[in-house]
């Protein structure tokens, strides 16, 4: 008896102890067993670690699966406020285009996948401009019917960075020797360290963030701006071209500066006119290259120049124009131009030699004359020409009016070359008032149309009439006579 139950007890331990091992071993299978043994699994791909605010970049997933499963779904997870731009999808069927999230993203197969068959998604994703630097995670799951979901395996992390930017301004970037020019940093992410090249020579002319820098000999110069940040990395930017310098003008003042735009090819135009004599000065820039026109707009208030246009022969890449409105007559010139002068003025175009007719062809100037002015003075507009000088002599160019509105009259001329010009009119401010001799029977009347009696030149019709009167003796005269004559007759009768 007591034998039979120690049998019992023995038998019931081992017993005891095999459902022990098997219960460890499905806690063990459950713990060690990769996720893939689900029956599915994903990993994912990123085209680059790292980004910038503003750019794309390609994610792609691989879906497998160890059995044949229904309803496979993946879910992807972006970072706030990033998007999807394209998808590639192998012919796979997508959730209704309303379900989609702006940071969520779901694909959902109708068909089944088969054991040891792959899928693979691909999407590119749009990083936002307005993105803060940082690290972004991507995340997602996939799912299946009667599977439970597991995570996406690969990579997920994507770092957000944004690119040192070289920038820079100055000016003046025209004038002549000496030049003092101010150079100001305009790059992004406040760089660490800044090397300026203010001459283009290669040599490291300034470390400062904001420098000042003057150039004591005529050219034209090219400016590199190196800058580099410990997060963000470097850049270089390099303005070619971008400081002109010209020989000091006689007559001008020391180390004058002029605002506008840098020049470069058909060079800088340079000026012998008196700065005293200069009532505004206006720079335009333009690229100048063979076969295609040219066109300089000026768009100053007090400019009456309003294009320089050319048809080039040759390249000469970036030119500078500038226009001198004057005061007076021209300090460069031996007398004034012919007629009634609006406006004088210079036009300089490129270097020297520029407007030979060997590098230009088809060279107009269009201008404008205030429509007060003319009235003013009496005139017509169409006697309004432009007047060159050139050889020490004025001559008058080919003017065409060419358009009006409520303030100015347009004109455009052909011009041989570029150097100092008038706006004037060939007409004189004079006007005659014609009184022509009546014919007998004939009643005779002084602009009888006009309500003013007043001329150009200050003598009044009512006045030229009086002096006609009083010199020739009118037919009331004549009559008073013939009265008398007859009253004097009658009375010698009755006595």
Sequence with gaps: M???????????????????????????AGTIIPTSAAGIGASREISTGTVSPGENFTVTVHIGADQDVEALTLDENLPDGWHVIRMGNNRDTFQEISTFKESTLEWIWAENLSAGEEKTIIYNVAVPSNSKPGNFTISGTISAYSIPTVPVEGF????????????????????????????????????????????????????????????????????????????YGN??????????VLEKPSGSEEGEGISGGGSGGGGGAGSPESSRNIELKEISNEQVFKGTHTCFTFKGGANEIVTVEFDPKKNFGKTTAIVEMLKNTSSIVKEPAPGMIYKNVNIWVGNSGFSNPENLENTRVSFRVSRAWVV???????????????????????????????????????????????????????????????????????????????????IYASDLEKEETESSPGPGIAFAGAELLILYGILRRKK
């Design 2 to 28: 007591n034998i039979t139950k120690v049998f019992r007890a023995k038998n019931w331990i081992r017993f005891s102890r095999f459902i022990s091992g098997i219960a460890l071993i499905f806690l063990l």
């Design 156 to 231: 997920s992390e994507i770092v957000v960075t944004y690119p040192c930017e070289a920038d820079f301004s100055a000016i003046p970037l025209l004038g002549s020797v000496p030049l003092t020019v101010q150079f100001t940093d305009l790059s992004a992410f406040n760089p660490d360290f800044r090397e300026w090249d203010f001459d283009g020579n290669g040599n490291i002319d300034s470390n400062e963030r904001n420098p000042v820098y003057t150039y004591v000999n005529p050219g034209i110069y090219n400016v590199t701006f190196r800058v580099t940040n410990s997060t």
């Design 235 to 244: 850049d270089t930017r390099t303005k070619t071209g971008y400081i002109t």
């Design 376 to 458: 003013e003075q009496g005139i017509s507009e169409n006697t309004v020409t432009l007047y060159r000088y050139g050889q020490d002599t004025w001559d008058q160019l080919s003017t065409a009016l060419s358009g009006e509105d409520e303030a100015y009259f347009y004109f455009t001329a052909e011009t041989p070359g570029f150097s100092s010009f008038a706006i004037s009119s060939t007409e004189k401010n004079i006007q005659s008032v014609e009184i022509s001799t009546a014919k007998k029977g004939e009643n005779q009347t002084l602009n009888e149309d006009k309500p003013s009696d007043k001329v150009k030149n200050g």
